[in-house]
C-alpha cells in the first residue's frame, strides 16, 4: 500500500466526524463532536483527535466537553501518540482500545458478486433489520437505547460527499445483508462500515456480495482508496485480509461510562 495511504484515511476520518455531528468544538489537536439527539451513542459524542500535548491535557479536555454526558469517549487517530498516552488513561480508569485501519486499492480486483445483489437500499427499510439484529447484539439493553442507536444511522448522511446504505434483499424484499458506504470524490477515498448480516442468513455469501458492489461502486465513483476499521483480536479481519484488505495503522480508543 502507498505511504501516503494513512495520512488521507485520517483526514478522512476527521472530515466524516466533524460533518456528521450536530456540533463541532475545536480543541487542540482535534475537535469535539457532539449530537443531542444520540446522546447514548459514544460515536456521535467524543472527542477525535490526531496529536496529544500531553495525556493529563487530554484528560481535563475530556473532562471539559464531554462532562455532561454520562460517557467519555476518546479517538486519537495518531498511533505512537495514543500509545504514548495509554498508561495514563487506564490508570484513569479509561477502557483502552485499538482498531486496525484495513486498506484495499480500489483500482485492484474485487471479490465477484454472487447470488442476489447487493444495491442501495432507504432507511426505512434498512432500519427493521438493523433494529432487529441490534436487540439480538444487545439483549439486556433499553429499548430507547436500541432505538437511538438504530436510528444514529441517518446523521452519516452528512459524512461525507455521497453516502450510500448497502442491502441484500431476500426472497420477500427483507433487507438480510448491509452495510454503510463512504464515498469522497474529491479526495479519491472511500469507506465501508457497519458490514452485517442478518444472524437467519449466514454463510451465504451475501457479505461478500454487499463488500465486492461496495468496492465496484468506489471505483466507479473515481476512488483509488477503499479502507475499513476493524477489531484486530475479532474474526472479521482475516476475513477482509482473505478478501485483499493490508493493515496500514492502528488508531487508539479510550472509554469510560
Same mark, same amino acid.
Given at each position: 500500500m502507498p505511504a501516503e495511504f494513512l495520512p488521507r484515511i485520517t483526514d478522512f476520518l476527521l472530515s466524516f466526524a466533524r460533518r456528521q455531528a450536530d456540533e463541532v468544538r475545536e480543541v487542540p489537536g482535534g475537535v469535539a463532536v457532539l449530537d443531542r439527539r444520540y446522546a447514548a451513542? /459514544?460515536?456521535?459524542?467524543r472527542l477525535v483527535v490526531t496529536r496529544v500535548l500531553d495525556p493529563a491535557g487530554l484528560l481535563s479536555l475530556s473532562e471539559a466537553v464531554l462532562g455532561h454526558l454520562p460517557h467519555r469517549r476518546i479517538t486519537v487517530l495518531d498511533d505512537a501518540a495514543g500509545t504514548a498516552c495509554a498508561p495514563a488513561m487506564e490508570a484513569a480508569? /479509561?477502557?483502552?482500545?485499538?482498531?486496525?485501519?484495513?486498506?484495499h486499492s480500489a483500482a485492484g480486483p474485487a471479490p465477484a458478486p454472487g447470488g442476489p445483489p447487493a444495491r442501495p437500499v432507504p432507511l426505512e427499510d434498512l432500519r427493521p433489520a438493523a433494529l432487529r439484529q441490534l436487540r439480538a447484539w444487545m439483549p439486556d439493553?433499553?429499548?430507547?437505547?436500541?432505538?437511538?442507536l438504530t436510528d444514529r444511522r441517518a446523521a452519516r448522511l452528512r459524512g461525507a460527499g455521497l453516502v450510500e446504505f448497502l442491502g441484500v434483499r431476500d426472497e420477500d424484499g427483507t433487507v438480510v445483508s448491509w452495510a454503510d458506504l463512504y464515498l469522497d470524490r474529491a479526495g479519491g477515498t472511500a469507506q465501508i462500515e457497519e458490514l452485517v448480516t442478518a444472524d437467519p442468513h449466514t454463510r451465504r455469501g451475501h457479505a461478500d456480495t454487499v463488500l465486492a458492489t461496495a468496492l465496484h461502486r468506489a471505483r466507479s465513483a473515481g476512488c483509488d482508496l477503499f479502507f475499513l476499521l476493524a477489531d484486530p483480536g475479532d474474526w472479521p479481519r482475516t476475513w477482509y485480509a482473505r478478501r485483499g484488505f493490508t493493515p496500514v495503522g492502528t488508531l487508539h480508543v479510550f472509554t469510560r461510562a
Amino acid at each position: 500500500m502507498p505511504a501516503e495511504f494513512l495520512p488521507r484515511i485520517t483526514d478522512f476520518l476527521l472530515s466524516f466526524a466533524r460533518r456528521q455531528a450536530d456540533e463541532v468544538r475545536e480543541v487542540p489537536g482535534g475537535v469535539a463532536v457532539l449530537d443531542r439527539r444520540y446522546a447514548a451513542s /459514544y460515536d456521535n459524542n467524543r472527542l477525535v483527535v490526531t496529536r496529544v500535548l500531553d495525556p493529563a491535557g487530554l484528560l481535563s479536555l475530556s473532562e471539559a466537553v464531554l462532562g455532561h454526558l454520562p460517557h467519555r469517549r476518546i479517538t486519537v487517530l495518531d498511533d505512537a501518540a495514543g500509545t504514548a498516552c495509554a498508561p495514563a488513561m487506564e490508570a484513569a480508569g /479509561y477502557r483502552h482500545d485499538t482498531e486496525v485501519v484495513m486498506a484495499h486499492s480500489a483500482a485492484g480486483p474485487a471479490p465477484a458478486p454472487g447470488g442476489p445483489p447487493a444495491r442501495p437500499v432507504p432507511l426505512e427499510d434498512l432500519r427493521p433489520a438493523a433494529l432487529r439484529q441490534l436487540r439480538a447484539w444487545m439483549p439486556d439493553a433499553d429499548g430507547s437505547v436500541v432505538r437511538a442507536l438504530t436510528d444514529r444511522r441517518a446523521a452519516r448522511l452528512r459524512g461525507a460527499g455521497l453516502v450510500e446504505f448497502l442491502g441484500v434483499r431476500d426472497e420477500d424484499g427483507t433487507v438480510v445483508s448491509w452495510a454503510d458506504l463512504y464515498l469522497d470524490r474529491a479526495g479519491g477515498t472511500a469507506q465501508i462500515e457497519e458490514l452485517v448480516t442478518a444472524d437467519p442468513h449466514t454463510r451465504r455469501g451475501h457479505a461478500d456480495t454487499v463488500l465486492a458492489t461496495a468496492l465496484h461502486r468506489a471505483r466507479s465513483a473515481g476512488c483509488d482508496l477503499f479502507f475499513l476499521l476493524a477489531d484486530p483480536g475479532d474474526w472479521p479481519r482475516t476475513w477482509y485480509a482473505r478478501r485483499g484488505f493490508t493493515p496500514v495503522g492502528t488508531l487508539h480508543v479510550f472509554t469510560r461510562a
